[in-house]
């Protein structure tokens, strides 16, 4: 994903509080006897039942082919999917298909030379016919940048640039518009480290709407971050255990 830094900055990171909720425990077992091939069996507390087949370079170098499927006794519902996936030097290819009824098969590639970056994403409905949304992007990877632009369904179009500028201080932008829409969407964003235990954020929107976010990492596994986001104000502990 060659914008994701941009998108984690502007869209997420430490400018609002995200709850989460643990509602659904699970076990896992995983089974490596034959080598290249990974069978893995769930349960969780909701009662469903799962198995993945996942075969690694065995019918060809770089191709993965795995199988997730989904079982709940209580109803006897069933759901699967099989996925590709090959991958070599300079292209990876990925296609999934459902196996439920009116199967989409999902279809996406990216191949890059030298930093410059080509991918195309699509889908097909089985049960209409239909090819349901295209999307085309293009990226450019340097040293310390990267440069990405996209076009989905040739109604979208957006791209982003991030830039380390120092080893402490990395900048970026994104951006979108729509057709029909009067008017772009935009983000700035930066993030500063004057110290390793220190981080600075700060963003600004289409709607001149600023926030800042202040993150102190008072040890390895424990973070304390600070910030406003318009008329909002927060304060934030992070922990990270230590499994």
């Known amino acids: 994903d060659v914008g994701v830094a941009v998108r984690s900055w502007i869209c997420y990171g430490h400018f609002a509080f995200i709850i989460s909720r ?3 425990l699970g076990v896992k077992v995983k089974n490596c006897c034959i080598p290249g091939v990974v069978l893995t069996e769930k349960w969780n507390t909701e009662n469903l039942l799962g198995t993945i087949v996942e075969v690694q370079d065995r019918f060809a170098r770089g191709l993965k082919l795995t199988l997730d499927s989904w079982y709940a006794p209580h109803n006897g519902k069933r759901s699967g999917r099989v996925k590709a996936e090959w991958v070599n030097r300079n292209v990876t290819c ?3 298909v459902g196996l439920d009824t009116g199967p989409q098969i999902n279809f996406s590639g990216v191949t890059g030379l030298n930093g410059w970056l080509v991918g195309v994403q699509s889908a097909f409905d089985a049960s209409s016919s239909q090819l349901k949304g295209l999307s085309f992007a293009f990226g ?5 940048y990267v440069l990405h632009s996209y076009v989905n369904d040739a109604r979208e179009f957006g791209g982003s640039f991030y830039h380390s500028v120092a080893h402490n201080l990395e900048i970026g932008a994104m951006f979108s518009w729509m057709t029909g829409e009067p008017g772009a969407r935009f983000g700035l964003a930066m993030k500063y480290c004057p110290t390793k235990d220190l981080e600075l954020k700060a963003k600004v929107d289409h709607d001149s709407k600023l926030a800042f976010a202040f993150t102190h990492h008072l040890s390895t596994r424990f973070g304390m971050t600070s910030f406003s986001d ?3 104000y927060g304060i ?3 922990f990270h255990p230590c499994c």
């Not at 450019?140 to 310390?144: A, E, I, Q, S, T």
Request: without cysteine; proline residues 0%.
């Open 236 to 238: 934030g502990l992070d």
């Open 230 to 232: 318009g008329h909002k």
């Open 140 to 144: 450019r990877v340097g040293n310390d």
């Open 94 to 96: 990925n296609l999934d």
């Open 22 to 24: 643990v509602d659904n």
